[in-house]
């Protein structure tokens, strides 16, 4: 019996003991180093302490609510688990957008987290704009509202990004400006600000399940959230980036590269390849893939891109597969709406709404790309190798008539399939070269498996006349939009029910392709959530 007690009483001891957690409070201006940091009258003043103490899976860092801060948070080597991670937020009475701030002009990154696991952080406001150049001279170098890297070769995984506002982020302070030539330069060779990054500078290093919700990032100079795996080909997998507000970035909004199987939804991107401050790099799409896999892009906005070269308003850059964009809002973007480029496998836009998307006209405000409302096109890289099995069906595109629809279809892509889509081009159409850094060049029409049938045109000059694919079964007639001013996907919902409903045809595989899409071909709703119910309707929305 006594033996009993004491293994009971042992194993309570045991419990107690594993489930004691330590929360460290920091405040700018009341806190003091020399604090024990464990109470909120008693916090730690500067972020630099977190260096000196042993964080603990379950630990929580919480910073003053509504305070600024003026040096980095570091977290390097530090490890929860995925019962108990490492929460990083605030304390103090939080109304809605309350946020503890960390303003830093002489720091390279506003938060680090390197080769660290389970963290999470939420409700930080971050800055960083310079009011004098530091470091002048070096070059690569790079400030970070936010910073995920990873260097040894071992897998890093569960960090999770909520609730942040990054604003203002440059390398440069006020006054420096980018040429024509950095601009054009394929992403830049120079200093910048970044939004929010992910790294892995390892061949064997890996980034796993990570999440940025919910955040607002503005006014960077180049890209907004961008995900980079370095040495390997897919170092960052399973994430996720949602319900995010991405604005005037100088760069693209959302870029990843060498990553896999991601979902990306929800997201407000608009003003992209923004110029409104001279230290921006002045280009880039809303989105766009590299070397990735397996990713699901759906519910998201992406508007007014700019930019003299790309800037579409999200387009798969090549050696991807498995890109699906459905459900998407896209508008007035310079570069286009559905660009493809080489080396792409089973690839797809569909129930997407583009509205007066490739308006921009090369030699025109130092534009050195023809903009695009559909392009597949052979570049990647060097050797120009046709996108394989690309799918581009049930999307409605509105042009208005004083706008040209630019057409580029490289002529060795390999497997393309146009169904049930609503061209609705008020002005002309044509083609134009798909002129990227190696402009296809004249040769054999090589484009071999195709389904290209049951298109709805507004008139017969709503496809280039010129082009060589033209549609076997082509219906012609005004869909009659509820708005063709609009702003918003309903806008665009047909009042010519009999050209729509049921007026559609299953979407199967390609003759030559055994796989299709990866998240299946047919789909149970359109972009507005209706249900489909027999035949789809033409384009984007379900008419009821």
């Not at 990713?295 to 508007?303: G, Q, Y």
């Not at 579409?312 to 973007?333: E, T």
């Not at 990647?380 to 595109?397: A, E, Q």
Request: glycine share 10%.
């Amino acid at each position: 019996m006594q033996k009993f007690i004491f293994l009971s009483l042992f194993a309570i001891f045991c419990s107690f003991s594993e489930q004691k957690t330590t929360t460290y409070y920091f405040h700018p201006t009341l806190g003091n180093d020399a604090n024990s940091g464990i109470s909120k009258n008693a916090p730690f003043k500067s972020l630099s302490k977190i260096k000196t103490l042993k964080i603990n899976p379950g630990d929580s860092l919480l910073l003053a609510i509504n305070q600024t801060f003026t040096e980095s948070l570091e977290l390097i080597d530090i490890n929860g688990t995925k019962e108990k991670p490492i929460i990083v937020s605030v304390y103090g009475t939080r109304y809605k957008n309350d946020k503890a701030s960390i303003k830093t002009e002489k720091e390279l990154n506003g938060i680090l987290v390197e080769n660290s696991s389970f963290i999470e952080i939420s409700h930080m406001r971050i800055s960083a704009n310079p009011s004098q150049n530091q470091e002048i001279g070096l070059k690569n170098q790079m400030r970070c509202g936010v910073l995920v890297t990873a260097s040894n070769p071992k897998t890093y995984e569960h960090i999770y990004l909520n609730e942040l506002i990054v604003k203002d982020v440059f390398y440069e302070q006020k006054g420096f400006s980018r040429s024509a030539k950095e601009t054009k330069s394929a992403n830049g060779t120079q200093n910048y600000g970044w939004g929010i990054r992910f790294i892995t500078r390892n061949k064997e290093a890996v980034l796993k399940n990570i999440k940025v919700t919910k955040t607002v990032v503005e006014n960077v100079a180049h890209t907004g959230i961008k995900l980079t795996a370095n040495g390997q080909n897919h170092g960052i997998i399973d994430f996720e980036i949602s319900d995010n507000q991405v604005f005037e970035t100088g760069g693209p909004g959302i870029q990843m590269s060498g990553a896999k199987n991601g979902h990306i939804f929800n997201n407000n991107v608009n003003k992209s390849g923004n110029v409104n401050d001279a230290r921006k790099w002045g280009r880039g799409s809303g989105l766009w893939t590299w070397g990735s896999e397996n990713i699901l892009i759906e519910k998201n906005r992406f508007t007014n891109a700019n930019g003299p070269g790309d800037s579409a308003g999200a387009h798969i850059d090549f050696n991807c597969k498995n890109i699906v964009l459905q459900y998407n809002f896209s508008a007035n973007n310079a570069g286009g709406f559905a660009e493809i480029l080489g080396n792409n496998h089973n690839c797809s836009y569909r129930y997407n709404i583009s509205v007066n998307d490739g308006h921009r006209v090369k030699g025109k405000n130092g534009a050195f790309q023809e903009g695009k409302l559909f392009w597949l096109s052979g570049y990647s890289g060097k050797k120009r190798i046709g996108p394989v099995n690309s799918y581009f069906y049930n999307n409605t595109l509105y042009v208005k008539s004083e706008l040209d629809a630019k057409i580029a279809i490289d002529r060795i892509s390999k497997g393309v399939l146009i169904a049930n889509n609503i061209f609705h081009i008020e002005g002309t159409s044509k083609m134009v070269k798909g002129d990227q850094y190696n402009p296809e060049k004249e040769g054999n029409w090589e484009v071999s498996d195709v389904f290209f049938k049951n298109n709805l045109f507004l008139s017969n000059s709503s496809w280039p006349k010129e082009s060589t694919l033209q549609d076997e079964n082509p219906i012609f007639g005004d869909a009659q939009f509820r708005n063709k001013k609009g702003f918003q996907p309903e806008d665009f919902t047909p009042r010519n029910k009999e050209l729509i409903i049921n007026k559609g045809v299953h979407i199967t595989k390609l003759a030559n392709d055994s796989i299709g899409l990866i998240y299946g071909l047919s789909v149970k709703k359109d972009i507005l959530g209706n249900d489909i119910i027999g035949l789809p309707d033409m384009g984007a929305i379900e008419v009821k």
